[in-house]
């Protein structure tokens, strides 16, 4: 199985670390924990312990920017609190007259926009140090140890390369595109990259309409929906490493709830 869009080959301790392990821990406990946390300042250790893992494991650059779209979409959350969600709620702590319209922002508003801000980055650091760090297979191994259904494992290991498939397509179009003459360079680095953006949509769609057709074939031969479990060559047990970090990580987000809950009651 081709490994996935997002994977940085490394060798570091989270590289190493079971399948099963990092889905627990990355795409479990820290999003739920992250939830059940009130107020904005017990999400700062979260996101920079996160920061840490991530760095810790030597990330190729390049695979970085594959999750740059979410960026955007967390700063949107947090702009979004401030604009539509603004209520009086504290004291104010900025005033400002627009001509005709009044806008008065108060402090309930920005520690709300806060939180959905680290909330935002803590998913995004979360599923980078899974979905950077872990190969196809010892995705899909991990989530057979975990014992998730056999359809549900292979549809998430079939998006994620679809997704991988899509980058690719592309990929090839803008390198046709430019081969025929179509210049997408020149201009400013925005109108550039608008250009690429939209020259490549359209075709990239029917290329991905195509696809679909391969995915329902290859689903067939994997004999999707039948009956029987499914064999697997490929399936690495647990060890010692695997339980310290679901075990660290259990301490951790644990002490936090309960430091989160003794500051709300008090």
Not at 8 to 22: I, M
Not at 153 to 174: E, K, P, Y
């Amino acid at each position: 199985m081709r490994d996935v869009g997002f994977y940085s080959p490394g060798a570091s301790w989270l590289h190493r670390t079971h399948g099963a392990a990092k889905i627990v821990v990355f795409a479990v406990a820290v999003p739920l924990a992250t939830l059940l946390l009130t107020t904005s300042h017990w999400h700062v250790p979260v996101a920079l312990g996160l920061v840490a893992v991530v760095a810790s494991a030597r990330l190729q650059a390049a695979k970085l920017w594959y999750f740059a779209p979410a960026v955007p979409l967390v700063a949107m959350t947090g702009l979004s609190w401030l604009v539509f969600a603004n209520s009086p709620d504290g004291p104010a702590v900025w005033d400002v007259r627009l001509g005709p319209l009044d806008y008065v922002l108060y402090e309930g508003t920005v520690g709300n926009a806060a939180v959905a801000v680290l909330r935002g980055a803590i998913f995004v650091l979360a599923y980078v140090a899974l979905l950077a760090t872990t190969t196809s297979r010892d995705l899909l191994a991990g989530l057979d140890r975990l014992r998730i259904p056999d359809g549900v494992s292979r549809a998430v290991a079939m998006t994620l390369r679809f997704w991988t498939v899509v980058i690719d397509d592309a990929g090839r179009v803008a390198e046709a595109q430019q081969a025929r003459g179509m210049d997408l360079e020149s201009g400013s680095r925005w109108r550039g990259l608008v250009r690429r953006v939209a020259t490549a949509t359209v075709p990239t769609l029917f290329l991905m309409l195509k696809r679909f057709q391969t995915l329902s074939f290859a689903l067939t031969l994997r004999a999707m929906g039948t009956r029987g479990g499914a064999t697997r060559l490929y399936s690495p047990p647990l060890g010692r490493r695997d339980g310290v970090l679901c075990g660290l990580a259990a301490v951790l987000l644990g002490l936090l709830l309960a430091l989160d809950r003794v500051v709300v009651h008090t």
